[in-house]
Every structure is written in C-alpha cells, then in structure tokens.
C-alpha cells in the first residue's frame, strides 16, 4: 500500500478522454516519476490529486485519507505541495518574503496580504524561511524582486516556497522545463540532497529523460490518459510500448 493510491480516476474534457482509467501507486519515501508524451494527461493528473480538478470518477487516498472533494489548501495541510509546470510566485515581493507567506499559512491556516510586514518581523518565521532559502541556494538572493529572477531561480523558489510547508508528499510538474543544461544539473542534485535530508516523497513529472534516470525508483507512464507500464527504470529503458508512445518524440 503507497502513501499515495490513485484508482479508476477518468477525466473527461467535453470530447476528449483526458484520463481513462488511472491507477497509481506511490510508495513512501521513493522518488516516482510520471512521464509520457505531450497531452498525456500528466498535469491532468497532478491537478486532481491537488484538489484543483474533480475527476469524472475514481478514488485518491493520501496517508490513508481521501483526497478528492477537498479543497486544495485542505490537501496542502494534509502534506501534499507541488510545484506547477508554471511557477505560482508573487512577483511584486521579494524572494524572502515569498518564502514567508507558506510559513506564516501553515503555522496560522490563513493569510491576507496586508499582514506582510508583520510576518517580516517574526523571528520564528524568518529563521524558517532562511533555512528553506539556504536548502536552495537561493539565500543571497534573497532581497531581489522575483520578477527580475531567471526561470531557474523561479523554480527553486517555488520549491523553498513547498519545503517550507513540511511535506510528506512533494508533486513536481517539469522541474526543469526551459532549463540549460547546467541548472538542470543543479536541479537534479538539489532534489537528490533535499530527498537525502528530509527524506520527502516525490512524484515528478519529466520529459528530460536524464533527468528521470537520475532519480527515479520507479517510473509509470501515460499515453493519452492511460497508464502503459510502471516500472523500475532498467525496464522502462528501451521498452517496446514506451518507444511507441513516444515515436518521434524524446528518446527512452
Ligand atoms: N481545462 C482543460 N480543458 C480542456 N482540455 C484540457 C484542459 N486541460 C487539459 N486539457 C487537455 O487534456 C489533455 C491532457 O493535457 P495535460 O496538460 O494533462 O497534458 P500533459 O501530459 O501535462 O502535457 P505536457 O507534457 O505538454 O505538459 C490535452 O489534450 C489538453 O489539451
Ligand atoms: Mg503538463
């Protein structure tokens, strides 16, 4: 039994079968990776175990609980962070400041905008997000305006932004999108070290398969909505089905 168990989740959008029978196991403590073509259904998928979709049908249990019909600060509370294929940042605020906001909702449940200055004052709160900025090495750039960061810096600030919430479960959706080469490097090792020092369970979303390869203990992937095979990633390599589902696209 996983610390995540998804089954029979369907999905439809008007015409299209978005998800069609989905089932997944994610064990505790193992890093999971999703992949599959373009329109698979992966940020599909991510979105219902969020609570930001409600599927057509199927179950989620998270930690023993269900997930579906809660509303997505629910699931966060109840240990599930992700960071979006598209970082969800305040770009008016400083990088510290970003990192504060999750610490303050957690300990509070809640958090209104105008507080933002009285959070800065907290110690507690502060020592909190120095840390999480420091896991990322993100600490000296903590008085830059997000808007002026690279893509790079945006992602590791979202995943500060998520550590900083105390995660069992940690749901990546193409953490190194649009990256060079050397920061998905750095993103690769940076996952390795956070897995090592808080020992988080992960489910990622890739299509840098080197990136998969590097830490993924198992692998599932999707085909238009429909899991083909789940794995180990020795036997993912080279599969016949996953060369066909990915026909022209990355290499596996
Ligand atoms: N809100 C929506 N309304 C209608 N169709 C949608 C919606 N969200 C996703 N889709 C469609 O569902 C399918 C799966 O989309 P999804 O974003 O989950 O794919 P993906 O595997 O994450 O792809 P990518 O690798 O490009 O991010 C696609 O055909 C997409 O166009
Ligand atoms: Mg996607």
Redesign the pocket.
Same mark, same amino acid.
């Given at each position: 039994m996983g610390i995540l168990e998804v089954k029979g989740i369907n999905k439809r959008?008007g015409g299209?079968q &978005?998800l069609g029978d989905v089932n997944l196991s994610v064990e505790e403590n193992t890093v999971h990776a999703i992949i @599959?073509p373009? @329109? &698979? @259904?992966?940020?599909?998928l991510l979105n219902v175990l969020v609570g930001k979709l409600i599927p057509d049908s199927g179950s989620v249990m998270f930690d023993g609980q269900s997930v579906l019909g809660r509303k997505p600060h629910e699931i966060n509370q109840m240990g599930i962070s992700r960071v979006f294929?598209t970082p969800e940042i305040f770009t008016d605020l400083t990088v510290f400041e970003n990192v504060m906001i999750p610490c303050f909702a957690k300990r509070d449940g809640a958090f209104r905008m105008h507080a933002i200055e009285s959070i800065v004052s907290e110690k507690g709160i502060r020592a909190q997000a120095e840390e999480m900025l420091a896991d990322v090495n993100m600490l000296e750039k903590r008085d830059m305006l997000t808007s002026s960061l690279s893509r790079g810096d945006k992602r590791r600030l979202e995943m500060a932004m998520c550590l900083v919430q105390d995660p069992k479960l940690l749901l990546l959706d193409e953490p190194t999108a649009g990256m060079a080469r050397a920061d998905t490097e750095n993103t690769i090792n940076l996952l390795k070290e956070i897995r090592t020092k808080r020992g988080i369970t992960m489910a990622i979303i890739e299509?840098d398969m080197n990136v998969v390869f590097s830490l993924a203990e198992r692998i599932t992937v999707l085909a238009q909505g429909t899991p083909l095979v789940e794995d180990i990633p020795e036997n993912i390599k080279g599969h016949p089905k996953v060369r066909e589902a990915y026909l022209g696209e990355a290499q596996v």
């Open positions: 959008f299209l &978005a @599959g373009n @329109g &698979a @259904g992966k940020s599909t294929q299509h």
